[in-house]
């Protein structure tokens, strides 16, 4: 429930992201923009556009003259004079524009190929099955909690290099990032400073004593010959902890949410287990978990909408994924579509820096639970919630076990 | 008459790192330092590999591979 905001009652004219109806089941709003718009408009954070086509949010993502990523979370406050300017952001890369941008993400990208990712497997799979193993002998838990929302937090806290005894705070933090987006700005402002005391503390715990982590890498790196400022490897450091943590958490969330109400899909990963790269990319596409946000850089018409500076704009990957004329049949889960271009870790030069992260805890956690619970189904299907804001996932999943592995 | 012979590329100004093309048919393509596609040698396709080849195709977000029939096969 949002008791901060009132409930929507027209999503084309006054749209929120937060509100209950959305929160619930966004597709058929987007379905129903889709017909009427399909570019919706709110006055609700000081004014907001939200295209809702393929064609339409690909063209906002690939535009880096009319539209700044120096926000990407939509919330009552804009940056102001005392964040970091465009092209830099609070949390760069995600928050830069071209061409600084091109630079960071430069300096971030070799951490991030299959490679060094796949050295992180090892330690996903023993976590996964440590989680898994903890639920032994209960005839249902929830999901969300047990199990889905450990795997990435433990993961970016390994990655990173911070104690694994820490898990547990961050994801408070990111609450507070992802979805408390309606409080009111001195509140948030002064919660996010609590959350820069931390990364603080960590940057210099790791100069005094350097590893081989993300951390010691970014306090490392040089763009142009230059150590990066403080504040940048600070930004990076949250942006990387929240980036990676509740939007793989959803993801991992709604493919179980999906696996237990469809026993053909759990039959047929059980069967040929080839297909879950495949399937892995058809869950991502169906319940792409982020909405990605941009600011209006100046004045201009977009498609008969006069956007002007400093409005917001939602960047609905997961209503891209849903539309008709880029996927045939969209709605439908298709654990074996062939053709499948999904936008679920977005489209142009912000693709998410950590997809190849993403897959793999999808894809580790998802067979750990089938080898363990190939079959299950919702406890309560009532009691499944699902958390507001721009990352979509269940957060309370009950599931009651009906079968067990080996 | 002559089988006839495939080629992909991968557009480097289009190429955004997804790695889905590696993902579905990594003997056809190569990852750089950054995670950026490109593809193996002049980008021929193996004859049993043509249905990788438009699998590769069909899954790249950005529309960033092609695959043509190469020229020289055309007799």
Known sequence: MNDRHPPVQDFATDFDHTDAAWVADPYPIWDDLRQRCPVAHSDRYGGAWLPVTHDLVAEVAYDHEHFTSRSVVVSERRPGPDDLPAPIGVSPPISSDPPFHGLVRRMLLPAFTPKPIAALEPFTRELCRELLAATDGRAGFDAAVEYAQHIPVRVIVRFLGFPQEDADQFRGIIKLVLEEVDLPPDEREERFAAVDEYMDAQIEDHRARPRDDLTSFLLEAEIGGQKLPVEHVRGTMVLLMIAGIDTTWSAIGASLWHLAQHPEDRRRLAAEPVLMDTAVEELLRAYAPVTMARLVAKDFDFHGHPFKEGDWLLLPFPAANRDPAAFENPDLVRLDRATNRHAAFGLGRHRCLGSNLARMELRVALEEWLARYPDFELSDPAAVTWSAGQVRGPRRLPVTILGRGG | ?75
């Open chain 2, 1 to 75: 008459m002559a089988h006839a012979t495939f080629r992909v590329h991968v557009d480097p100004d289009k190429c955004q790192g997804h790695n889905r093309c590696y993902s579905v048919s990594p003997d056809l393509f190569d990852l750089d330092d950054l995670g950026m596609s490109s593809e193996v040698g002049a980008g021929l396709v193996p004859a049993g590999q043509l249905s990788l080849a438009r699998l590769a195709v069909a899954n790249c977000p950005e529309h960033a591979i092609s695959l043509t029939e190469a020229p020289e096969a055309q007799q």
